[in-house]
């Protein structure tokens, strides 16, 4: 899923679950210090890699397939939220619907790439 420039943005003021993986150490995409330096920079973010652009591609076919298996209601774009209770902990879902939400994670590799995920 491509972000708008308002979402990018609002991810910046707190933690999403892409920023994590990389806290924990368990990216390869980077650290803590990349996750903070990101926080604060105003360039634009990193490049994705071709089989995480594949994913955001396929990540709206998935949402359908399963808005279409579990009769869920017409789905919506999602927007950047923030948790009730910790404002700064930040999703932004796939996909919304009156009642739920859905988040798609489509992984490709490329065979010697597979590392890479």
Do not use: N
Not at 63 to 78: I, Y
């Amino acid at each position: 899923m491509s972000l708008t420039a308002e979402q990018l943005a609002r991810r910046r003021t707190g933690i999403t679950s892409t920023d994590i993986t990389r806290i924990v150490g368990e990216s390869p995409f980077g650290g803590p210090a990349d996750v903070y330096l990101e926080k604060i920079s105003e360039s634009p973010p990193r490049t994705s890699t071709i089989p995480q652009r594949i994913g955001d591609f396929l990540e709206p076919l998935v949402c359908e397939l399963v808005a279409d298996r579990f009769r869920l209601p017409e789905l919506r774009q999602g927007t950047t939220v923030s948790h009730p209770y910790f404002p700064w902990a930040l999703t932004t879902p796939d996909r919304v619907f009156d009642g739920g939400l859905v988040e798609a994670k489509a992984k490709t590799l490329l065979f010697t790439g597979r590392e890479q995920w």
